[in-house]
Nanobody
Framework: QVQLVESGGGLVQAGGSLRLSCAAS????????MAWFRQAPGKEREFVAA????????RYADSVKGRFTISRDNAKNTVYLQMNSLKPEDTAVYYC???????????????WGQGTQVTVSS
């Protein structure tokens, strides 16, 4: 089993920044790809960013390119999502996920965290 625990969400004003963390435990050797998704009220869960554990090959949704950065600390088994220039439309529950491909589809991720709320006020 793999356990993922997110932290770092909160309330921030538009234009501000937050850094989300996702700590992984369990069978970490099998988590080759890590991703962040988000889900706003009444909307489907959508892809935000993904990266491989082994190198820095990131993939981003167009809506966050240039504002969000995914990174990782392999020694700590932790993945981060640095979010800058936040907008009210970034408000959502953010989920960390682990899977076997660098995919934008939720179907390709086997393990999920419980989510952390990010609220951006205008």
């Amino acid at each position: 089993q793999v356990q993922l625990v997110e932290s770092g969400g909160g309330l921030v004003q538009a234009g501000g920044s937050l850094r989300l963390s996702c700590a992984a435990s369990g069978r970490t050797f099998s988590m080759y790809y890590m991703a962040w998704f988000r889900q706003a009220p009444g909307k489907e869960r959508e892809f935000v960013a993904a990266s491989r554990w082994s190198d820095s090959t990131p993939r981003y949704a167009d809506s966050v390119k240039g504002r969000f950065t995914i990174s990782r600390d392999n020694a700590k088994n932790t993945v981060y999502l640095q979010m800058n220039s936040l907008k009210p439309e970034d408000t959502a529950v953010y989920y960390c996920a682990a899977g076997g491909s660098l995919s934008t589809s939720i179907r390709n991720y086997n393990y999920w965290g419980q989510g952390t709320q990010v609220t951006v006020s205008s």
